[in-house]
């Protein structure tokens, strides 16, 4: 019995730390060292966008919105993934076009309309 509730509670130790960080905590900087490809990068801005649309950030016709363009972008430094979707549907030209920007590992950074 005693080396059921050992074996249990290193797992819990071991295991329940990174289920407390989860996923969507934001705190400027990345835990994923690892690069992710084009397609990868395109696939989780998507979910940013999905997200948005959920939390009624964003207007709800941009979840039908594909990226326009995935490229890497050099900011201050360190290599990133800068994905933009264009939306027609948004009545503010302003508005129309939405950055979404991630770490080289495919995490997010932030979101805008300026692209900065």
């Known amino acids: ?18 289920v407390m960080a989860g996923a969507g905590h934001d705190h400027g900087h990345s835990h994923a060292h690892t690069p992710v490809n084009q397609e990868t990068a395109q696939k989780n801005a998507g979910k940013v966008i999905s997200s948005l649309v959920e939390r009624e950030k964003i207007d709800k016709s941009w979840a039908q919105v594909k990226a326009r363009s995935v490229e890497k972008k050099v900011v201050n430094g360190q290599t990133e993934w800068l994905t933009i979707f264009f939306n027609e549907k948004i009545a503010n030209p302003e508005e129309q076009t939405l950055y979404v920007f991630l770490t080289i590992g495919g995490e997010y950074i932030a979101v805008n309309y300026s692209g900065k």
């Open 1 to 18: 019995m005693k080396t059921i509730i050992t074996l249990l509670a290193i797992f819990t130790l071991g295991f329940g730390a990174p």
